[in-house]
């Protein structure tokens, strides 16, 4: 996937993959590429510098974890996170039924549906 189409849609997919619990970044990046089936093989230099962002934003919180005998930072949605990612999907469907009705203007309007 083209870096410019997935800058305005990398909250929402790092916000995605976080409900299904607490990750550390590595754990994140690989839930991210087995839930996309490959097709978001994010590197470490782009997921990081975004946690961070959202962390600050207080989308996501954050703690040391000394779990596997190493120290990695643990993310987890906060309360805005979880509005945030609603915000964002439903942002994210209406635009997609948009671009699909114009792409695909044979297909009928009920199976451009999310």
């Known amino acids: ?41 994010l590197p470490e230099g782009t997921v990081y510098p975004a946690l961070h962002r959202l962390e600050r934003d ?10 596997s005998g190493r120290r990695r930072r643990a993310y987890a949605l906060t309360q805005d996170g979880h509005r945030a990612l609603e915000q964002k999907r439903r942002s994210w469907h209406d635009f997609s039924r948009g671009v699909r009705a114009v792409i695909d203007p044979g297909v009928p309007r009920a199976t451009v549906t999310p």
């Open 58 to 67: 207080g989308l996501l919180t954050s703690r040391w974890d000394r779990g």
């Open 1 to 41: 996937m083209a870096s410019n189409q997935l800058s305005g849609n990398l909250d929402l997919l790092l916000l995605s993959v976080l409900t299904a619990g607490e990750a550390h970044g590595y754990a994140v990046i690989t839930r991210l590429r087995e839930r996309s089936d490959g097709a978001f093989d």
